[in-house]
């Protein structure tokens, strides 16, 4: 009797470990795909497939943000957390308005958003001159404002970064202000270094 109750308890865990696998996959279907951008005719590298499921398409997010001057991110999960994916563009046409000394960074900045212990400001940086084909680099930016006061120096970095890619920030100020405060911005590089994926 021990042996069938055993045995049987094996096939359960057998079986509810068959369904847990069987959940996390997915039947799709190759959807072959031509892309357009502005009209213009992009091939899809062959790494990349475009792929349907359940009636929806579903295409390589870094071909297609890349291929309109956007950066992919991925960071993997330490927790119980989501994997983040982020994806940064330019939000204006125009070139960004403040350049490093050296002109190794260019940086806009997009708005502001407060809360009762501090204000984040919220921009994006472009990576204009480097050694390397992915960086990871910390900036200091110095903001005058109108009334003559000066923010505390805001630190901020970017990683898994290259040569005419931009990221989005979201940095913290001790300060309170807002963008129709500000007179003057300076920024400097503090360093850069190649990025080394693990």
Known sequence: MKKVVIAFLCGIVISLSSVVI???ELNVTLFPSEFFYNGENKSLPSEYQVINYN???????????ESMGGTVGFTASQDSKPNEITIDYKTKTKEFPYIDPDKKISIDLTGTNDTSRATYLIGQVQLNETTYEKNIFSFDIDITLKNGNKITTIHGFASDIGKGELKTFKLKSSDFFVLTD?????????????????
């Open 182 to 198: 500000i007179a003057k911005v300076d920024i400097k590089v503090i360093e850069i270094v190649e990025y080394k994926s693990e």
């Open 22 to 24: 069987a959940a996390n």
């Open 55 to 65: 009636g929806h398409v579903y295409v390589p997010i870094r071909y297609v943000a």
